[in-house]
């Protein structure tokens, strides 16, 4: 059950609202709103959210980071704006137990999806945005940049694949290619075996219900083993 009481929330945002119902649109999903006939959400607010997160975080690495050259500081921007990162914090403050999800997206799990609290988090600095001005925003996401900042080293991204192949051509390596090693059980629940390999050696190998989840899984499991930071940019 979605809890109506925000106290808890805006304790953990460092934000009292002036105007309740901003904080309820920015925890409001898609999958609610349909099912309640309305046609408010917080995808709106995540649009205003995202441009606010995105000149707080630039302003913010350019003052952190001086001497840093444009392109670093694209690459750790591109990181700390990222769904992992949000994800993370949003999680950190239990921004699930906030949210309002439709029926079935409770029941898939969608209160701990990285995507939905990445989202809301954002729309959640666009609420802040408008209740009161740009500096309750930016208290909040500095908190996120810094906490981002501080566990990149153990925020995996969404997308393991890519990831690693600018990692492995970063570092000088061949491109990592995946091989289905094995494939069993019955149709309807089908597992899937693959390895990633990079110059001819396994460095990861996993199993998924489809070979688009297995390879991301090898590469997540090859990023363990070749021991190279998220976010070494």
């Known amino acids: 059950m979605v809890s109506d009481n ?7 945002l460092g934000h009292t609202f002036k105007d309740p119902s901003l ?20 995808e709106r607010l ?9 000149l707080v975080t630039s ?26 990162v949000l994800a993370d914090f ?29 989202d809301s988090i954002e729309a959640l600095f666009g609420a802040i945005y408008l209740d009161a001005g740009l500096e309750p925003a930016r208290r909040l ?6 906490r981002g900042l501080n566990r990149r080293s153990k925020i995996r991204p969404a997308d393991s694949k890519t990831h690693l192949q600018e990692l492995t051509q970063g570092a000088g390596f061949g491109l990592p290619t995946y091989t289905l090693t094995e494939e069993s059980g019955p149709d309807h ?13 396994r460095i990861g190998h996993a199993t998924g219900r489809s070979k688009k989840n297995a390879e991301q899984a090898a590469a997540a499991a090859a990023l363990e083993t070749l021991d190279l930071p998220f976010s070494d940019v």
Do not use: M
């Not at 995540?46 to 995105?54: I, K, N, Q």
């Not at 302003?59 to 704006?81: D, I, T």
């Open 189 to 201: 629940d089908k597992r899937f075996t693959v390895e990633c390999r990079l110059d001819g050696r």
């Open 141 to 146: 996401i500095v908190q996120v940049l810094e």
């Open 46 to 54: 995540e649009f205003l959210g995202d441009a606010v997160l995105g």
């Open 90 to 118: 949003a999680r950190s403050i239990e921004l699930g137990d906030h949210l309002l999800l439709g029926i079935g997206e409770q029941r898939s799990g969608g209160n701990d999806k990285s995507s939905i609290l990445a």
């Open 59 to 84: 302003q913010w690495l350019y003052n952190r980071f001086s001497e840093e050259p444009e392109g670093r500081l694209a690459k750790l921007k591109s990181f700390l704006v990222s769904s992992p």
């Open 6 to 12: 925000l106290s808890s929330l805006e304790a953990a």
């Open 23 to 42: 904080p309820r649109l920015a925890l409001t999903h898609s999958s609610f709103s349909n099912e309640q006939g309305q046609e408010d959400n917080y």
